[in-house]
């Protein structure tokens, strides 16, 4: 069993920053993809970024070069830092992640979430 806990929503104004962490613990695996998804009231959730074990990351188009994933390996650690945040950016932000457990079979895991409000 892998638990994601996120951390670093709040309330911002349009324009300005915030960042995300969501730290994984729990025994026995190995986080092979991990990234963020969000959910806006009456929307369904969509991708924002993920990162492979290898660093490489997957960006939705719309958050393509305001928005900047990345990890920290050792801490099982995924940072989102989003900037120039707009309105339409509030959601509840999920973290995810797909993890191999040693134990044997691959899956894939939700964090609670965090609200980002953005006041226009």
């Known amino acids: 069993q892998v638990r994601l806990v996120e951390s670093g929503g709040g309330l911002v104004q349009a324009g300005g920053s915030l960042r995300l962490s969501c730290a994984a613990s729990?025994?026995?695996?190995?986080?092979?993809?991990i990234g963020w998804y969000r959910q806006a009231p009456g929307k369904q959730r969509e991708l924002v970024a993920t990162?492979?074990?290898?660093?490489?990351?997957n960006y939705a188009a719309s958050m393509k070069g305001r928005f900047t994933i990345s990890r920290d390996a050792a801490k099982n650690t995924v940072y989102l830092q989003m900037n120039s945040l707009k309105p339409e950016d509030t959601a509840v932000y999920y973290c995810?992640?797909?993890?191999?457990?040693?134990?044997?079979?691959?899956?894939?895991?939700w964090g609670q979430g965090t609200q980002v409000t953005v006041s226009s």
């Open positions: 990162i492979s074990s290898d660093n490489i990351a």
């Open positions: 729990g025994s026995n695996f190995r986080i092979d993809v």
């Open positions: 995810n992640a797909e993890a191999t457990m040693y134990t044997g079979g691959s899956f894939r895991y």
